[in-house]
């Protein structure tokens, strides 16, 4: 997970493209009605809950939260949103997992195959690198909010794995089904938390020494999820706190 969050740092520095607040809202929306259509209700769907936490936390109206539930449901119309991962190979032979959720495969399959060929990478057949990540339930809480000692006895008593921290957050890693418990273990003693989330991540990384490289890894990784119908793009790279320093200037 190191690699990937000194990724996130950089995406920081540069400006997180998903600030775009209409393009960050077709996201939220399209995990919660992928989400609902699991069925159970919030009640009894943790994925659910999950992902209207996240909307709310971004301040997402809670009819626009309401009307992707029903179309995950099929309540109304225009629900048909499938959730997919693509598999495939940045420049330096990088390994890229990309989540997305569509109402058109073919559409997609084809943007995504066209982005990856366009930046030096290729799209991999279903299990060319899946097996380089584990499915693992994570949440980010700032630092301000709480002292590490304290936020590491709660979340290991609800279930967590692990907990690391960069310079503003603090990581808490736990299994899928975890999730839900550990980040309501958190919330009931008050303390906030930025994001709670699916996620994969890498078991081993692949360190970037070449600015030129790391350049073109992250121009791909940033192309990927301006596309609308990507949800999230996983890598195993690792780039370090310098060259990250100077990818931020």
Known sequence: MAGHSKWSKVK????????????????LSKEIMVAARMGGGLDLNPRLRSAVLAARA????NDTIERAIKKGTGEIGGGAVEELVYEGYG???????????TDNKNRT???IRSIFSKNHGNLAASGAVAYLFKRKGQLTVPKESVEEDRLLEIALE??????AADDEFYLVTTSPDHLYTVGEAIRQTSILIDSQKLTFVPETTV????QALAEQV???????????DVQSVHGNFDISEELATKLAD
């Open 109 to 111: 399959a084809a943007d």
């Open 91 to 101: 420049p330096g032979g990088v390994a890229l997992l990309v989540e997305a959720a």
């Open 58 to 61: 971004q301040n997402m109206p």
């Open 158 to 163: 609800a279930g967590a794995e692990d907990m």
């Open 218 to 228: 992250i121009r791909l990784c940033e192309t990927l999820e301006e596309n609308d």
């Open 12 to 27: 920081r520095f540069k400006g997180a493209l998903d600030a775009k607040r209409g393009k960050l809202f077709s996201k």
């Open 207 to 210: 360190t970037i020494h070449e």
